[in-house]
């Protein structure tokens, strides 16, 4: 059974930082490549960052230079590092996994940024 589990979100103050984690558990992890993405209330979820087998990776403009995403085969997790967070963050994060026709989903953490 193939379960992908989000922590990490959490209510910050704009400018703060939260790191997400997502343990992967089920599939050959190392084989997948790996997302993460979000959905805000009343708009469409969007892709934020993505990271290859190999280890590239790719950012949504709204991100770049702020967030980070990183792969740790070893533990089957992959992080998503968010700094200097804006109130445009705030939405339900998910995890991704991918390798060809597979695609899994986690079951998405809340960030909320505000003051």
């Known amino acids: 059974q193939v379960q992908l589990v989000e922590s990490g979100g959490g209510w910050v103050q704009p400018g703060g930082s939260l790191r997400l984690s997502c343990a992967a558990s089920?599939?050959?992890?190392?084989?997948?490549?790996m997302d993460w993405y979000r959905q805000a209330p009343g708009k469409e979820r969007e892709l934020v960052a993505d990271?290859?087998?190999?280890?590239?990776?790719n950012y949504a403009d709204s991100v770049k230079g702020r967030f980070t995403i990183s792969r740790d085969n070893a533990k089957n997790t992959v992080y998503l590092q968010m700094n200097s967070l804006k109130p445009e963050d705030t939405a339900v994060y998910y995890c991704?996994?991918?390798?060809?026709?597979?695609?899994?989903w986690g079951q998405g953490t809340q960030v909320t940024v505000s003051s």
């Open positions: 089920g599939i050959i992890f190392r084989t997948y490549a």
């Open positions: 990271i290859s087998r190999g280890g590239s990776t």
């Open positions: 991704n996994a991918v390798y060809y026709r597979n695609n899994y």
